[in-house]
């Protein structure tokens, strides 16, 4: 994948290559991730390794993580796009994610939608700690122009068909924003804009529905998707924080919800009734089939509501087994934005969640930011 951050890379520790805090611009990066097998792995979860650098046989493991400036990251981007596909997938995390977990769920989204897209990371200052939240959200503002640099470069690179958008978490408010900015200065939002995908949105909705207004006057909107789950439990510590209730883990059958969402013509896969891996319920539209439906949309040139059956009707019948408590670690830690992490141990012991213990310490570990020199 090619990465684009506004994450420093200094002070970094022995092997780091982005962290936590704000950088003054734009860094690029490129890097390749090794996947076990499908029949060695359970699709839809990262496989940690236990220990540095992993077995690709077993686990995730990065093969090559190399900086680029601006011309290099250009030249990489088109090589690519010149190859069997130019439709791109971009995809932004959300809080409480190191550089790390960020480039491990997206290798894992990216392989198990199997959809021939030329994959970037949208990657900003989160610190992955469960209590810098204010500072994750900042971080989201300051990164609001960087991204929106990065998609305008996008629309205007002849050798881009198409860009799908996929954001989870706190990524939405980031995403909405910036292509709201992007409608406001260019007028119009280039129809290279094929999906936009909101997953885990842990937003305001009055917020989201300004933006959404101002994203719809655009004639050229492409369709918006957004997964929303009631069970989610990380947003419902989100809401409570905040006082309201998050736009990814809203009732869209209830008012006012249901108006807002049929005035903003956003389409709503309801995941409530899908089983999770995920203790906290944040990370389904990551899982199994969830994931699997998406890239076929993805790799068919559809949208997320123009073939029959529905990717609603489809996950309807999705069930899921219990995970293991070694699986269901490894996707909290991830994923969870407000789970319940300590982050001293997170520190020294790389995600371990209070919730599992220490049944989970050698699954959860930094595995980019071990290879990385």
Known sequence: MLVATTRSDYPVGPGVMFNGERAHGLAFADIAVSIPPDATRKIGEIQWPASIPGDPARDFVTLKADRLDLKQAVAAFDQRLNGSSKHVLLFVHGYNTRFEEAVYRFAQITHDANAPVVPVLFTWPSRGRLFDYVYDR??????????????????????????????????????????????????????????????????????????????????????VTLFVSRDDRALGISGELAGEPRLGAIDPEVEPYRSILEKAHVNVIDLTNVQSDDFTNHGKFAQSDVVRIIGIRLAEGQTLTDAKPTLGERVG????????????????????????????????????????GATAKSAIQSPVTGVMQ
Not at 157 to 164: A, F, L
Not at 190 to 197: A, E, G, Y
């Open 138 to 223: 900042e971080s989201a503002v300051y990164s609001r122009d960087a991204l929106e640099a990065v998609l305008q470069a996008m629309v205007e690179d002849k050798n881009v068909g198409s860009i799908s958008i996929l954001a989870h978490s706190m990524g939405n408010f980031l995403t909405v924003e910036a292509i709201r900015q992007m409608v406001i200065r260019n007028r119009s939002l280039s129809p290279k804009i094929t999906d936009i995908m909101l997953a885990s949105a842990d937003m305001d909705v009055d917020v989201f529905r300004r933006d959404i207004a101002e994203i719809e006057s655009s004639n050229k909107r492409p369709p």
């Open 317 to 356: 019948a999705i069930t899921q087994g219990a995970a293991s408590t070694i699986g269901q670690a490894a996707t909290l830690a991830i994923s969870a934005p407000a789970a319940i992490v300590d982050p001293n141990t997170r520190d020294t012991l790389g995600d371990e969640t209070a919730t599992l």
